[in-house]
């Protein structure tokens, strides 16, 4: 049973500055293949002895239980993680990364290597690895680009053992499992705020506030250092540490202004608590204490030093990590003073500082973006600090002499702070230039194969767009497009598909039915039906699509093209092979005549006529078709951008369907673990990844592999997807195949029955997939009143070559 192809499509603007189509596809940045000869240089490389990145070690006290725990996890398994419990509503600041460090200080000299990774993002988890590139091969990272310092990165990693890597403040488990699942020589160690979402086999350590005493006797170390208390001063730090709720970011932050102000008792700071408006911020308890304690702070720098309050409200803004000195000093400002200003927030542990780059609590960002109601200047801080950031971050991608666009190097450094200042924008915000950034930005993360990534860039962009031009100007529907495509590209299709709706009405009222743009809103919203499994509407949209297209630009006009294309791979979604095929051999003939034959469009067409010949079960023509897409794909896109992955995933379900299992498994594998870092773990591509490396694992007799990653597929599906999706059905349709082939006839037929009622309802009596599911259930139930183990004739995975989506009319 096969639902999960996607055909190339029709997707991006024709006309306006805000379109992704400016920026064709031929500027992409998607790197050079990995060169022949650095691939054997990790293996012979060595680190050197206590190499690291680690940040200085840090006062944790009270965590020696959970110390050893952590010790006794990692020696007897490779990955663990620590995230804190629900006592402090899923927010930041228990204390999770000062016991990653103190463990990685304690233990390191157990270890050849180790890595602090920030890892708040895919992005920033790459970041990391290339700079251990860097570290390891100076002079050869300085002339390789950002795919290739991750590639040799992870080679290095997969040579060498014993080394640790601490993965700080995950936001998604999801992230990690290209790493944990590919590298196993060594230590995997992630902090993050979840507490869910982590694999069965990662055990995990939950983290919760300090026991009162331990908590006392910290903030007794903070402000007393080495001297010892008095019996009187140990009972306020007792009472202060009560109204901190022991929570540890809290009694580091008291400690630290209570260290800088020796003036000040732990009695009469408590007091000063008490003063303040503790229900001024809002937000959770947590949040709510630490505004407090914050006030006190911001209170006494502000006498000290005005300049460090500025700058923390400026940074407060931007990407939390890694924050370059130099992005917070404005033309003009000598460096010496933004350092001192820098220092003097350190000093009071508002940041973490390395010299040249300083790093926020996330909590610290989050409290400080937040309006106060105490007096007027402070309802307003944070906004001049936000525009601040915004000023600064515009600077910053200003063109070298000479050039008119931002280098690669500047877009790299910045995006994660406009990702950032994108997220967080205060409602009815207007900043035209930053605007027009966040769109390149967007532009550019598309142009990468990521543009899933873009979302919060995009819904900027529309935002501004409605709010300056209206909500039906051009500009505005071509950034409505293109937020429904990120969405797309996302697999959101619930937010995706009425958004697409809603554009698709607005231009046929605004520029008519014929336009140009017009006809991409409606292919693109035939295409968002195609892939929830709605052919019923699709393929009507792509016919009306495709005359309109001829009519309008043209029989061989790249838009008719696409049309064409995405109309021939409708029909073969719907089993409609005769139709089908003959349209994808024309279609292809005619891109290689006006586009040339390594065009990525091309390329598409060919991926895709290789699909139908292989749905024909013609592997004589579709295996070198699939080769020569795949080298070509390689060559001109890289080795990771999302269409080389769909050419390496259909190649190795050739290999499969010709039984040639010794090559299609491990290509499945290295594929699926490409998919999951560059697209993420739920991705709908990285599930069909994962469906078919199962199947692959079930034609060996491996069993014990495939169900569990069957399972996992269809609880995913089921969950992105909806329960009748076609992607769903595959699943369901899969597992009831393995449970059948170990005779667990039990479970296997009430899923067949279930997957052909479905199929009824969503195909068709008489479609190819509901004659399958029908063929299957006939033969389960045949297993059962003979009694006897026999492989089904017709097996759920015979049937089930699938291949993630095309998503390739970047350069119309």
Same mark, same amino acid.
């Given at each position: 049973?096969?639902?999960?192809?996607?055909?190339?499509?029709?997707?991006?603007?024709?006309?306006?500055?805000?379109?992704?189509?400016?920026?064709?596809? *031929?500027?992409?940045?998607?790197?050079?293949?990995?060169?022949?000869?650095?691939?054997?240089?990790?293996?012979?490389?060595?680190?050197?002895?206590?190499?690291?990145?680690?940040?200085?070690?840090?006062?944790?006290?009270?965590?020696?239980?959970?110390?050893?725990?952590?010790?006794?996890?990692?020696?007897?398994?490779?990955?663990?993680?620590?995230?804190?419990?629900?006592?402090?509503?899923?927010?930041?600041?228990?204390?999770?990364?000062?016991?990653?460090?103190?463990?990685?200080?304690?233990?390191?000299?157990?270890?050849?290597?180790?890595?602090?990774?920030?890892?708040?993002?895919?992005?920033?988890?790459?970041?990391?690895?290339?700079?251990?590139?860097?570290?390891?091969?100076?002079?050869?990272?300085?002339?390789?680009?950002?795919?290739?310092?991750?590639?040799?990165?992870?080679?290095?990693?997969?040579?060498?053992?014993?080394?640790?890597?601490?993965?700080?403040?995950?936001?998604?488990?999801?992230?990690?499992?290209?790493?944990?699942?590919?590298?196993?020589?060594?230590?995997?160690?992630?902090?993050?705020?979840?507490?869910?979402?982590?694999?069965?086999?990662?055990?995990?350590?939950?983290?919760?506030?300090? +026991?009162?005493?331990?908590?006392?006797?910290?903030?007794?170390?903070?402000?007393?250092?080495?001297?010892?208390?008095?019996?009187?001063?140990?009972?306020?730090?007792?009472?202060?540490?009560?109204?901190?709720?022991?929570?540890?970011?809290?009694?580091?932050?008291?400690?630290?202004?209570?260290?800088?102000?020796?003036?000040?008792?732990?009695?009469?700071?408590?007091?000063?608590?008490?003063?303040?408006?503790?229900?001024?911020?809002?937000?959770?308890?947590?949040?709510?204490?630490?505004?407090?304690?914050?006030?006190?702070?911001?209170?006494?720098?502000?006498?000290?030093?005005?300049?460090?309050?500025?700058?923390?409200?400026?940074?407060?803004?931007?990407?939390?990590?890694?924050?370059?000195? #130099?992005?917070?000093?404005?033309?003009?400002?000598?460096?010496?003073?933004?350092?001192?200003?820098?220092?003097?927030?350190?000093?009071?542990?508002? /940041?973490?500082?390395?010299?040249?780059?300083?790093?926020?609590?996330?909590?610290?960002?989050? /409290?400080?973006?937040?309006?106060?109601?105490?007096?007027?200047?402070?309802?307003?801080?944070?906004?001049?600090? *936000?525009?601040?950031?915004?000023?600064?971050?515009?600077?910053?991608?200003?063109?070298?002499?000479?050039?008119?666009?931002?280098?690669?190097?500047?877009?790299?450094?910045?995006?994660?702070?406009?990702?950032?200042?994108?997220?967080?924008?205060?409602?009815?915000?207007?900043?035209?230039?930053?605007?027009?950034?966040?769109?390149?930005?967007?532009?550019?993360?598309?142009?990468?194969?990521?543009?899933?990534?873009?979302?919060?860039?995009?819904?900027?962009?529309?935002?501004?767009?409605?709010? /300056?031009?209206?909500?039906?100007?051009?500009?505005?529907?071509? #950034?409505?497009?293109?937020?429904?495509?990120?969405?797309?590209?996302?697999? +959101?299709?619930?937010?995706?598909?009425?958004?697409?709706?809603?554009?698709?009405?607005?231009?046929?009222?605004?520029?008519?039915?014929?336009?140009?743009?017009?006809?991409?809103?409606?292919?693109?919203?035939?295409?968002?039906?195609?892939?929830?499994?709605?052919?019923?509407?699709?393929?009507?949209?792509?016919?009306?699509?495709?005359?309109?297209?001829?009519?309008?630009?043209? +029989?061989?006009?790249?838009?008719?093209?696409?049309?064409?294309?995405?109309?021939?791979?409708?029909?073969?979604?719907?089993?409609?092979?005769?139709?089908?095929?003959?349209?994808?051999?024309?279609?292809?003939?005619?891109?290689?005549?006006?586009?040339?034959?390594?065009?990525?469009?091309?390329?598409?067409?060919?991926?895709?006529?290789?699909?139908?010949?292989?749905?024909?079960?013609?592997?004589?023509?579709?295996?070198?078709?699939?080769?020569?897409?795949?080298?070509?794909?390689?060559?001109?896109?890289?080795?990771?951008?999302?269409?080389?992955?769909?050419?390496?995933?259909?190649?190795?379900?050739?290999?499969?369907?010709?039984?040639?299992?010794?090559?299609?498994?491990?290509?499945?594998?290295?594929?699926?673990?490409?998919?999951?870092?560059?697209?993420?773990?739920?991705?709908?591509?990285?599930?069909?990844?994962?469906?078919?490396?199962?199947?692959?694992?079930?034609?060996?007799?491996?069993?014990?592999?495939?169900?569990?990653?069957?399972?996992?597929?269809?609880?995913?599906?089921?969950?992105?997807?909806?329960?009748?999706?076609?992607?769903?059905?595959?699943?369901?349709?899969?597992?009831?195949?393995?449970?059948?082939? $170990?005779?667990?006839?039990?479970?296997?037929?009430?899923?067949?029955?279930?997957?052909?009622?479905?199929?009824?309802?969503?195909?068709?009596?008489?479609?190819?997939?509901?004659?399958?599911?029908?063929?299957?259930?006939?033969?389960?139930?045949?297993?059962?009143?003979?009694?006897?183990?026999?492989?089904?004739?017709?097996?759920?995975?015979?049937?089930?070559?699938?291949?993630?989506?095309?998503?390739?009319?970047?350069? $119309?």
């Amino acid at each position: 049973m096969s639902t999960d192809d996607e055909p190339a499509r029709l997707r991006i603007e024709t006309a306006g500055p805000g379109s992704i189509a400016a920026q064709r596809i *031929r500027d992409a940045y998607t790197g050079d293949v990995l060169p022949a000869e650095a691939l054997l240089t990790p293996e012979k490389v060595s680190a050197a002895p206590g190499t690291s990145n680690l940040p200085p070690a840090v006062l944790c006290l009270g965590r020696e239980e959970e110390l050893a725990r952590l010790r006794r996890i990692l020696s007897s398994r490779h990955e663990g993680a620590i995230t804190q419990s629900g006592a402090v509503h899923g927010l930041g600041g228990i204390g999770k990364s000062a016991l990653a460090l103190h463990y990685a200080h304690r233990y390191r000299g157990d270890y050849s290597l180790i890595w602090w990774i920030n890892a708040a993002s895919p992005d920033e988890i790459e970041t990391s690895l290339t700079a251990l590139t860097h570290t390891l091969v100076p002079s050869w990272a300085a002339t390789a680009n950002r795919e290739a310092h991750v590639a040799w990165a992870m080679q290095w990693l997969a040579w060498h053992p014993g080394w640790l890597l601490v993965y700080d403040n995950v936001e998604n488990p999801d992230d990690l499992t290209p790493y944990t699942g590919a590298l196993h020589q060594g230590h995997h160690l992630a902090t993050s705020r979840r507490t869910t979402g982590w694999p069965d086999n990662a055990p995990t350590l939950m983290l919760g506030n300090l +026991d009162p005493d331990d908590a006392t006797t910290l903030l007794c170390r903070l402000v007393s250092k080495d001297v010892t208390p008095t019996a009187r001063q140990q009972a306020d730090a007792r009472a202060l540490a009560v109204e901190l709720g022991y929570f540890p970011l809290a009694i580091k932050q008291a400690g630290a202004y209570l260290a800088q102000n020796r003036g000040i008792s732990c009695d009469a700071y408590r007091r000063r608590l008490d003063s303040k408006l503790a229900k001024a911020a809002h937000g959770s308890d947590a949040e709510r204490t630490l505004a407090r304690i914050w006030s006190v702070t911001l209170h006494t720098l502000e006498q000290a030093d005005p300049l460090a309050v500025e700058l923390l409200y400026t940074a407060a803004w931007l990407a939390p990590d890694d924050i370059p000195h #130099s992005l917070l000093t404005p033309p003009g400002t000598d460096p010496d003073d933004i350092a001192e200003a820098v220092g003097t927030l350190a000093a009071y542990s508002m /940041v973490t500082d390395t010299g040249t780059t300083l790093s926020l609590h996330r909590m610290v960002q989050t /409290v400080l973006r937040t309006p106060q109601n105490n007096n007027g200047s402070q309802s307003t801080r944070h906004l001049r600090g *936000r525009e601040r950031a915004e000023q600064a971050v515009l600077h910053h991608l200003t063109p070298p002499p000479g050039q008119g666009t931002p280098t690669e190097n500047q877009w790299d450094t910045f995006t994660p702070h406009l990702v950032t200042l994108a997220a967080t924008r205060p409602p009815e915000h207007h900043n035209p230039p930053l605007t027009d950034a966040y769109e390149a930005a967007g532009d550019r993360l598309h142009e990468q194969g990521h543009t899933a990534r873009s979302i919060s860039l995009f819904e900027a962009t529309l935002a501004q767009r409605e709010q /300056v031009l209206g909500d039906t100007h051009p500009d505005t529907l071509t #950034s409505r497009n293109n937020l429904a495509y990120a969405y797309d590209a996302a697999g +959101d299709l619930r937010r995706a598909i009425p958004l697409y709706e809603v554009t698709l009405a607005q231009r046929e009222q605004v520029l008519g039915d014929t336009h140009p743009d017009t006809l991409t809103s409606r292919n693109n919203l035939a295409k968002a039906y195609e892939s929830a499994g709605d052919l019923r509407r699709a393929i009507p949209l792509f016919e009306v699509t495709l005359a309109q297209c001829e009519q309008v630009l043209g +029989d061989t006009h790249p838009h008719t093209l696409a049309s064409r294309n995405n109309l021939a791979y409708a029909y073969r979604s719907a089993g409609n092979l005769g139709r089908a095929i003959p349209l994808f051999e024309a279609t292809l003939a005619q891109y290689e005549q006006v586009l040339g034959d390594t065009h990525p469009d091309t390329l598409t067409s060919r991926n895709n006529l290789g699909i139908a010949y292989e749905a024909a079960g013609d592997l004589r023509r579709a295996t070198p078709l699939f080769e020569v897409t795949l080298a070509q794909r390689e060559q001109v896109l890289g080795d990771t951008h999302p269409d080389t992955l769909t050419s390496r995933h259909n190649l190795a379900g050739a290999y499969k369907s010709a039984g040639d299992l010794r090559r299609a498994t491990p290509l499945f594998e290295a594929t699926l673990a490409q998919y999951e870092q560059v697209l993420g773990d739920t991705h709908p591509d990285t599930l069909n990844s994962r469906n078919n490396l199962a199947g692959a694992y079930e034609s060996a007799g491996d069993l014990g592999r495939a169900i569990p990653l069957l399972e996992a597929t269809l609880a995913q599906r089921e969950q992105a997807l909806g329960d009748t999706h076609p992607h769903t059905l595959t699943s369901r349709n899969n597992l009831a195949g393995a449970y059948c082939s $170990v005779g667990d006839l039990g479970r296997a037929i009430p899923l067949f029955e279930a997957t052909l009622a479905q199929c009824e309802q969503v195909f068709g009596d008489t479609h190819p997939y509901t004659l399958i599911s029908r063929n299957n259930l006939a033969k389960a139930q045949e297993l059962a009143q003979s009694a006897q183990q026999v492989n089904t004739a017709e097996s759920a995975t015979k049937d089930d070559q699938q291949t993630p989506s095309e998503t390739t009319e970047r350069s $119309v």
